[in-house]
Nanobody, 120 residues
Framework: QVQLVESGGGLVQAGGSLRLSCKAS????????LGWFRQAPGKEREIVAS????????YCADSVKGRFTISKDNAKNTLYLEMNSLKPEDTAVYYC?????????????WGQGTQVTVSS
């Protein structure tokens, strides 16, 4: 079982920056994939970024590419999402998630989410 706890959300003006953190506990193996998702009001949840726990295959959605960076610190069991040049359309609840089988579509473990609000 894996537990994920996000932090770092908040209110920021457009053009500003935030760094989200996801503290993971439990048994996380190198082949696990960890990702960041977001869900805005009235919209479907979408993937923002993902990375293998061994550091391979970093991915960022086109909508955030060049502005967001996913990274991790294995020693701290923590996943990060560095968000720069934030836009009002980035406003959403951001979730950290993990999956045990990289080829699976679905993620197995989810955090409770952290709210990010970008004002114009």
């Amino acid at each position: 079982q894996v537990q994920l706890v996000e932090s770092g959300g908040g209110l920021v003006q457009a053009g500003g920056s935030l760094r989200l953190s996801c503290k993971a506990s439990g048994r996380i193996f190198s082949w696990f994939v960890l990702g960041w998702f977001r869900q805005a009001p009235g919209k479907e949840r979408e993937i923002v970024a993902s990375i293998n726990w061994n550091g391979g295959s970093p991915y960022c959605a086109d909508s955030v590419k060049g502005r967001f960076t996913i990274s991790k610190d294995n020693a701290k069991n923590t996943l990060y999402l560095e968000m720069n040049s934030l836009k009002p359309e980035d406003t959403a609840v951001y979730y950290c998630a993990a999956k045990q089988v990289p080829s699976d579509i679905n993620y197995d473990f989810w955090g409770q989410g952290t709210q990010v609000t970008v004002s114009s």
